[in-house]
């Protein structure tokens, strides 16, 4: 049976009462908007770091004060500004224990959430705590022991890390973790450096890249596949994501034919939010079929042929519609792979892909934005 977990990724908050607590109220639409919409077609809300811009009590109280309706479990880790006392204090009195946890199996994925921040002298000197880097070779190994997906949850890219950045990329790579979820960027942006997919959503309360518009990505892996997507606050329902197989831009295991399919039949799968009953169907070549579902786990299938080459297919439902470029090779086409090079660092950014949500600019305060 497949295996599937998705999650929505609302992006760092930077909670801040000299903005008019901008982040609160975008929090709470978002929230209102999971509530409606998105509901049980996800497993949880993911905060990754950088929740209160200056980890003060009142900030933290205000987070805490928007997500209270939330119908969806949420999880946080900590960024560099929830450091900004010198200590994760504030940060650990105010969310209870089991929304930041160090581990967590959902759906047959073991989902890792790391500490980069405490062992560094706070700002953008990432470190892993020995206690994390410890706990992240042993889960990676119960992952693997127990035949689970591996996906990790951190707030910076393992380039980020003032030490032993590439140790930790390695280490991911050689665990075939299927995704790496981060903040910190302020813009969105998908990494693959051929062995590991890398996301980063935009800030909600700081955000220079498309007119400002906040939102939150939804993110899936489906039998190893990983999917994102961004979806802009506010923006009609329902919302398509194309979760298998693999768009060409997040193959890691080309040899895997849930990643790349071997010509003949090949299932697309899609998962469709907003509770419509709108039918869902696929087009691809001129030719639309219609598709079956959505299944106990939301997901609507159709089954066509590809020959070889490189195809765009299209789910649609209602006014909305999701485009991947799948490549489909015969198995003595599958290209032998070398040694990563600079793995889990920007470099390997996929580049602009409005369809998904990513300009490609990289305007953030970690790049070419202004100082925030």
Wanted: aromatic share 8%.
């Amino acid at each position: 049976m497949s295996k599937t977990v998705t999650w929505v990724h609302v992006g760092d908050l930077h909670m801040d009462e000299a903005d008019g607590l901008l982040s609160k109220t975008r929090l709470q639409a978002t929230v209102a908007e999971i509530n409606t919409w998105v509901g049980a077609a996800a497993d949880f809300v993911f905060l990754p770091g950088d929740n209160a811009n200056h980890a003060t009590p009142a900030q933290y109280a205000h987070i805490l004060e928007a997500l209270e309706p939330l119908g969806l479990p949420w999880r946080a880790i900590a960024g560099d500004h929830d450091f900004e006392p010198g200590d994760l204090a504030h940060y650990e009195a105010a969310f209870p224990a089991a929304n930041r946890p160090e581990v967590e199996v959902i759906a047959g994925h073991r989902c890792i959430f790391l500490d980069m921040i405490s062992a560094g002298a706070g700002g953008p000197d990432f470190r892993l705590t020995m206690h994390h880097r410890n706990r992240l070779f042993e889960e990676l190994a119960r992952a693997e022991a127990e035949r689970q997906t591996p996906i990790v949850f951190m707030h910076g890219y393992p380039g980020d890390l003032a030490a032993d950045g590439d140790v930790i990329a390695r280490t991911l790579a050689d665990a075939r973790v299927a995704f790496v979820d981060t903040g910190h960027t302020h813009y969105n942006e998908l990494l693959n450096d051929g062995r590991v997919v890398y996301g980063a959503t935009r800030s909600t309360g700081q955000i220079e890249e498309d007119d400002g518009q906040p939102g939150y990505a939804i993110v899936t892996v489906h039998d190893r596949v990983p999917s994102w997507r961004f979806k802009t606050l506010g923006s009609p329902w329902p919302f398509v994501q194309i979760v298998a197989p693999s768009d060409y831009r997040m193959v890691t295991r080309p040899a895997d034919p849930q990643q790349v399919p071997r010509p003949g039949t090949v299932e697309i799968v899609a998962k469709v939010y907003g509770h419509t009953d709108q039918p869902a169907s696929l087009r691809f070549a001129d030719t639309e079929w219609a598709m079956t579902g959505p299944d106990e786990a939301g997901l609507v299938r159709v089954a066509v042929t590809l020959p070889a080459g490189l195809h765009r297919l299209t789910v649609a439902c209602g006014t909305d519609q999701d485009s991947v470029s799948v490549l489909v090779r015969d198995v003595d086409d599958i290209p032998r792979r070398g040694v990563p090079v600079a793995p889990g660092r920007d470099i390997h950014s996929v580049g602009p892909w409005p369809e998904h949500g990513i300009a490609g600019t990289q305007l953030g305060p970690n790049k070419n934005g202004r100082r925030w």
